[in-house]
């Protein structure tokens, strides 16, 4: 090495986050210029002396981690310019560009895995590319490169020897893709198709099918009775609802295209261009908590542009959205979706929708998921500095609410870049940076993107409340703004307490805060103050209950609501102080959510709400109404901090359940789980709707349509039970209770 750059080595497979991906050594070590996201603008050079002559030189650039402090990110090699020479001459430049990298970032989630697949070729190897040059050496070679470059091999052979050059290439990429890949093993669960059905259709080339609200994977076969099937969906007007068909190919099926025809009812029409067209992507997920058992599963879907290529024998989903106007008229609409191939005769899929004679009552209760700013996931360690970063940056955030809004969502709870202010040396409020040397000089400040996110979240949710996660620990106050204030830092606290002079910062910070939002002229927003303090035993909870006390005073004479998402019996003392207590189904443990309990929190003068308590439909909506909850929230809109939760589609690093769907135009995509929450909403909607109506056409209406009523809302709530969070009831459930509503509500309004 002749450097004048302290250099650094690292083995990538140093924790049990990346347990699961236990890469060979040719890929997880390299050498690099710096670590940490610090390194230096400068080169560093490595020298082989060689004998004189041509040769061909190999170089493999690659990384997954960086870890500053205890947290672990994405590298800076990815979104760095940065430059590579060999022997003075430059041989490659790259010019960073945001838009290319997150085009590029995003792109994994435009392809499938699929049986059979690599998961080398899939997500690994695109962070590692082979570059090769033809170098003339006089006596030496030396490669000099950008200090953010890391090195994990260099080969160099004689030009006469390109044979062997290339072969050896090929043995690295063979044994990093063994290494990879036997660590993965695929669960199946495999489903039998008739010989009588493949043998009745093999001429055409595939088959269409029907499997309502049932996951189909790659291994899904069609029954005789699901085979041509029409695809079918009720929908009240102004709603969103979805009807699914799917295709198994006999044979690989060339260029499939989808095509929807109008659907036409005696009084109406659904035109075909207003019917959203999506289809479901396969993933590997977790088929066991821990180790490497993976299940091939669809997690999310895209909008489906056509042209796509299906393999033989692999089973795929269509979606189908539908959103018809709040006037049109009630009725059984009838259409087709054609099918087309390049290879095969083309087929219609006949679709029917129900069109019901009344819309739904929006919710009273407030549903949302939890987001992160994209400064904080995302766009995380790219230089604040970086042309168009403050507009990406907002077009990110709105994209997710916008998704949000969709998916039946009504506001949401999003964690914001950290620290708009601090306490300055003379004890006033100033503009704070963060501390890292990305914020120096910087043309955007952070107090700016939460404005713009503030604004945004009220531009789609309207006058709904905004809550602002981790703002009374972390990302508003916190020890490093407000001096002595310590959070969550439990044995801080318990060491030192809480001054008056600490308790006078924090209360400037939340005061100068919501000073701005006044200014502002935006909804509600709701101060958080802790999370999950259960975690820390019972000293968590006694802190908690310090804390709130203290929240509670500043909220009584600057005017603001607290909440706390809260996790365990040590945070029942906190109640007292709260306007809001958000539960996740571990407050109560060992022992499940009881009725008792929840009236304990209404009788401390609580609003009830929940957090991550099942990203289901069942959660969402029947429980919802049975517990009367004011809130509903789920963790689920995102992409985490930590580098495990940031790479798409790493095979359980990537823990795409928890991330935020967008392709490379960042048009976003609606994930599995999220649709079945909305599915949850919409029958919070017929519910309150059906309740409504029974009190408003009590002794109007038809007294047998009131009981039946009446008994549907009876037998919805005593099938819910407050303790039955861990068996929520199956989408069949759900929509079978949803046809009684709705013919509930049909009954009664006549």
């Not at 087929?347 to 929708?353: F, G, L, N, P």
């Not at 609410?401 to 708009?420: K, L, Q, S, V």
Request: charged content about 30%.
């Amino acid at each position: 090495w002749k450097s004048n750059v302290r250099l650094y080595s690292r083995d990538e497979n140093f924790s049990s986050h990346t347990a699961s991906l236990r890469m060979g050594p040719l890929l997880s070590t390299h050498v690099t210029g710096g670590q940490n996201h610090r390194y230096p603008d400068r080169t560093y050079t490595f020298r082989a002396d060689v004998g004189e002559g041509e040769y061909l030189i190999g170089i493999i650039m690659g990384k997954l981690t960086e870890r500053p402090a205890t947290t672990i990110n994405k590298p800076p090699f990815w979104f760095r310019s940065y430059k590579i020479g060999i022997n003075g001459e430059e041989v490659y430049s790259r010019e960073y560009d945001l838009d290319e990298y997150l085009s590029w970032w995003y792109s994994a989630s435009e392809d499938d895995f699929l049986p059979g697949d690599s998961m080398y070729e899939k997500y690994v190897e695109r962070y590692f590319p082979v570059r090769t040059y033809r170098v003339a050496a006089n006596g030496a070679i030396e490669l000099e490169l950008s200090a953010v470059c890391p090195i994990n091999a260099l080969l160099i052979y004689p030009a006469g020897k390109e044979r062997e050059f290339r072969a050896k290439i090929e043995e690295i990429r063979n044994l990093s893709r063994e290494t990879i890949d036997e660590g993965f093993i695929e669960r199946r669960s495999e489903e039998e198709l008739s010989a009588g059905l493949r043998k009745e259709h093999e001429g055409r080339g595939y088959i269409l099918f029907t499997r309502p609200r049932e996951e189909i994977t790659p291994y899904s076969r069609p029954k005789k009775a699901e085979a041509g099937r029409p695809a079918g969906v009720f929908i009240t007007p102004g709603d969103l609802a979805r009807a699914d068909f799917s295709i198994l190919p006999l044979k690989e099926l060339k260029g499939v295209n989808v095509e929807i025809s109008d659907l036409v009812s005696a009084d109406g029409r659904i035109p075909g261009g207003s019917v959203e067209v999506w289809l479901e992507r396969y993933y590997t997920l977790p088929a066991v908590r821990t180790g490497s058992i993976y299940s091939i599963r669809p997690w999310y879907a895209l909008e489906y542009g056509g042209g796509m290529d299906f393999r033989a024998e692999v089973a795929r989903t269509f979606n189908l959205y539908f959103r018809v106007p709040g006037d049109a008229p009630a009725g059984d609409y009838e259409g087709t979706v054609r099918l087309s191939f390049k290879n095969a005769p083309a087929a219609e899929q006949s679709v029917r929708v129900k069109v019901l004679p009344f819309t739904l009552d929006e919710p009273d209760t407030l549903f949302g998921g939890r987001t992160n700013h994209p400064e904080n996931t995302s766009l995380r360690f790219v230089p604040r500095n970086e042309p168009g970063l403050r507009e990406k940056s907002n077009k990110l955030l709105k994209v997710i609410y916008e998704e949000m809004r969709e998916m039946g969502f009504t506001n949401a709870i999003t964690e914001m870049p950290w620290h708009p202010f601090r306490i300055g040396e003379d004890g006033e409020i100033v503009d704070a940076a963060e501390g890292r040397a990305r914020v120096a000089e910087a043309p955007v400040t952070t107090w700016e993107l939460w404005e713009d996110a503030l604004r945004t979240c009220a531009g789609i949710f309207g006058d709904k409340p905004i809550i602002l996660f981790g703002s009374g620990w972390a990302s508003l106050v916190s020890p490093s703004t407000a001096p002595g204030f310590w959070g969550r830092q439990v044995d801080e606290w318990e060491k030192h307490g809480y001054t008056e002079e600490a308790i006078a910062n924090a209360e400037k910070i939340v005061e100068h805060f919501y000073g701005r939002g006044k200014e502002m002229d935006v909804p509600e927003v709701i101060f958080h103050m802790s999370d999950e303090l259960s975690n820390y035993g019972l000293r968590g909870g006694r802190l908690g209950a310090e804390v709130a006390s203290i929240y509670r005073r500043m909220a009584d004479r600057i005017g603001f609501r607290i909440i706390a998402t809260m996790n365990g019996p040590a945070e029942h003392g906190m109640l007292p102080y709260l306007d809001i207590a958000a539960l996740n189904m571990a407050f109560n443990r060992p022992e499940p959510l009881t009725e008792e309990l929840l009236d304990k929190i209404r009788d401390a003068g609580c609003d009830l709400w929940f957090f991550n308590i099942g990203g289901n439909r069942f959660s969402h909506g029947y429980y919802v109404a049975r517990t009367g909850a004011k809130g509903r929230y789920q963790y689920g809109y995102m992409q985490k901090h930590r580098y495990v939760s940031q790479i798409p589609f790493l095979p359980s690093l990537g823990r795409l359940q928890h991330t935020f769907i967008l392709d490379s135009d960042l048009n976003h995509g609606r994930r599995y789980d999220v649709e079945d929450m909305r599915q949850g909403v919409v029958d919070y909607k017929y519910f309150r709707t059906l309740e409504r109506l029974v009190e408003e056409r009590r002794g109007k209406a038809d007294a047998r349509a009131i009981s039946n009523a009446e008994r549907v809302i009876k037998s919805i709530m005593d099938g819910v039970k407050v303790d039955g969070l861990m068996e929520p009831w199956s989408p069949n459930v759900c929509e079978r209770l949803r046809w009684r509503m709705a013919t509930a509500i049909m009954e009664v309004a006549e």
